[in-house]
């Protein structure tokens, strides 16, 4: 919609700016995680409603700083970056400035967000933060297309909405903060810098790890860029923003349940966690795998459909079929990265992701440079597979969880995976009776397999189906 009002040109504008936003969210150092945990062990002891102040407004000032630090040197940058960097004859120089201004602005308003969210999801405010952002969203998607459809089409207002949308979100977060922190009489809000030296060691820690993880994450795809061909790393992109779906299922659940655990490990209560990670592992299973497994068989009309290209879905299919298997396996792996780093365990998860680091290069390399593009999606195969045989049993080692270890590998996983990869396997090889060339009929038939695959994999998860089976009870008796 966008390129369509605005131009090809103009989207280009905005797709750089959200690069750079990506790029220099290193400078939040770990500091949205160390509220999220603060707040997830003391939220409900109002005794430590005047920590929690102080602790939230020292960190929102801090924020705020950075914030505007970082719209500073975006607005310095903008008459560089107007002239040098974006040399396009359908739009005027004047133009491009303005927008770099407008962007920087943006990004300034919108950095303190991140803070209030992790302060929020501490809180287990997951809700209502859900129905904020939802809110604001919607307001930002809509309301832009009415200004650019029937206000203006000039791309300087579309920014100027979009601006004022990011800061009244970034408002409204702030104002829930402040309104669901626990309350106390003797709660006093000031700024102490004796609290930044308390959650130093602990942000500064997990924004190494984030930044490691970032970068094991996209190691693949840089190293495979330089050695194969533009089409052929075109070929893996595509494969790859495909795989990276399953982080959508997985990377919510990981946020929402994390300040949970943070709290079960702060009260010591060993057993609650036992229980509650194997139901949110088995919760993942059901709602990942009927997904990848439909992707991993069916790659190629998947991508027949999504592409409408029938020679490049048969080119990117084989790339697919082990993307999508080393991303689940990957994803796998949340409910146990959540446990370790509710426990504090941050210094595990460093040396981890540093060794990841450190093997992944040769191996990417030696792959890609023997069988191309498919070596690459190997090396992903290898690496996150690696993790999940080895740092998994190191982590429930780690934790003295290792009774738990074999349950979580054949009752979690396995489980769930066996019947969805047989019913799979059986229909692979009535694929050509059930598979048609014309695209509805195949988009409704790839529509109802998941349907009766989520159907198998939500039916076996007795212990989601008694929960459920509860909530509703309890809604009924209360109704």
Same mark, same amino acid.
């Given at each position: 919609?966008y390129v ?8 280009g504008? +905005? ?16 500091? !949205?995680?160390? %509220?999220? $945990? ?5 939220s409900?002891?109002?005794t430590?409603?005047?920590?929690? =102040? ?7 000032v801090?924020?705020?700083g950075?914030?505007l630090l ?23 120089? &004047?133009?491009?400035?303005l ?6 602005l943006?990004?300034?308003?919108r ?13 287990? $405010? ?20 009415? @200004? %650019? ?22 408002l ?6 402040? #309104?669901?922190?626990?309350r ?6 000031s700024?102490?810098?004796n609290v ?7 942000a500064?820690?997990?924004? @190494?790890?984030a930044?490691? !993880? ?11 860029? /330089? ?5 052929s790393?075109?070929y ?10 399953v #982080? ?5 659940l ?7 655990f943070? =709290? ?10 036992? $229980? ?6 088995r ?10 497994? @439909? ?20 080119s ?13 396996l ?8 959540t ?6 365990r941050v210094r595990?998860?460093? #040396?981890?992701?540093?060794i ?8 990417i ?19 996150f !597979?690696g ?7 190191? +982590? ?9 270890l074999?349950?979580?590998y054949?009752?979690d ?10 019913l799979?396997?059986i229909?692979v090889?009535? /694929? ?6 014309d695209?509805?009929?195949?988009f409704l ?5 998941t349907? %009766?695959?989520?159907? +198998? ?5 007795? &212990? ?6 509860? $909530?509703?009870?309890? =809604?009924?008796?209360?109704?």
């Amino acid at each position: 919609m966008y390129v369509r009002y605005l131009g090809v040109s103009a989207y280009g504008i +905005i797709g750089f700016f959200a690069t750079v936003q990506v790029l220099f969210s290193f400078l939040d150092m770990g500091i !949205g995680m160390a %509220i999220n $945990r603060e707040m997830a062990r003391h939220s409900q002891d109002m005794t430590m409603a005047g920590y929690l =102040r102080t602790l939230s407004h020292t960190l929102q000032v801090v924020y705020w700083g950075i914030g505007l630090l970082i719209g500073g040197v975006l607005v310095l940058s903008s008459p560089y970056l107007s002239t040098h960097w974006f040399k396009e004859p359908s739009l005027s120089q &004047q133009t491009i400035y303005l927008s770099f201004l407008i962007l920087s602005l943006t990004v300034a308003v919108r950095w303190p967000y991140g803070l209030y969210s992790s302060g929020l999801r501490g809180m287990q $405010r997951q809700v209502a933060l859900n129905v904020h952002d939802l809110f604001w969203n919607l307001l930002k998607t809509i309301g832009s297309w009415v @200004v %650019i459809a029937y206000i203006d089409t000039s791309l300087i207002t579309f920014l100027w909405f979009q601006f004022a949308v990011a800061f009244l979100q970034t408002l409204g977060v702030m104002f829930m903060l402040w #309104y669901y922190m626990p309350r106390h009489a003797d709660a006093k809000t000031s700024f102490d810098k004796n609290v930044l030296k308390n959650i130093s060691r602990y942000a500064a820690g997990m924004g @190494v790890v984030a930044i490691l !993880g970032t970068v094991v994450l996209q190691l693949d795809k840089l190293i495979v860029s /330089k050695l194969v061909s533009d089409t052929s790393f075109g070929y893996y992109t595509i494969a790859t923003n495909v795989s990276i779906l399953v #982080y959508n299922v997985s990377f919510p659940l990981y946020m929402a349940i994390l300040p949970h655990f943070t =709290r079960l490990f702060f009260e010591n209560k060993m057993e609650d966690v036992k $229980r509650e990670f194997h139901f949110y592992a088995r919760l993942l299973s059901c709602l990942l795998l009927p997904f990848s497994t @439909v992707i991993f068989f069916y790659s190629e009309e998947f991508l027949w459909l999504w592409t409408k290209d029938a020679e490049l879905a048969s080119s990117i299919s084989p790339i697919l079929k082990l993307m999508i298997a080393g991303t689940t396996l990957n994803a796998m792996l949340m409910p146990l990265h959540t446990m370790l780093l509710a426990n504090n365990r941050v210094r595990f998860m460093l #040396y981890s992701n540093a060794i990841a680091f450190v093997l992944a290069i040769p191996v990417i390399i030696l792959l890609t440079l023997k069988w191309g593009v498919l070596g690459g999606a190997i090396s992903v195969v290898t690496l996150f !597979g690696g993790m999940v045989a080895i740092q998994g049993s190191l +982590i429930f080692y780690n934790l003295k969880l290792k009774d738990s270890l074999v349950q979580w590998y054949l009752r979690d996983i396995l489980y769930f995976a066996t019947p969805l990869v047989a019913l799979a396997l059986i229909l692979v090889q009535l /694929k050509k009776h059930i598979v048609t060339t014309d695209r509805w009929q195949l988009f409704l038939t790839l529509g109802v397999i998941t349907i %009766i695959f989520y159907v +198998i994999s939500l039916s076996m998860n007795r &212990q989601l189906l008694a929960f459920l089976r509860n $909530r509703l009870l309890r =809604r009924s008796k209360a109704a």
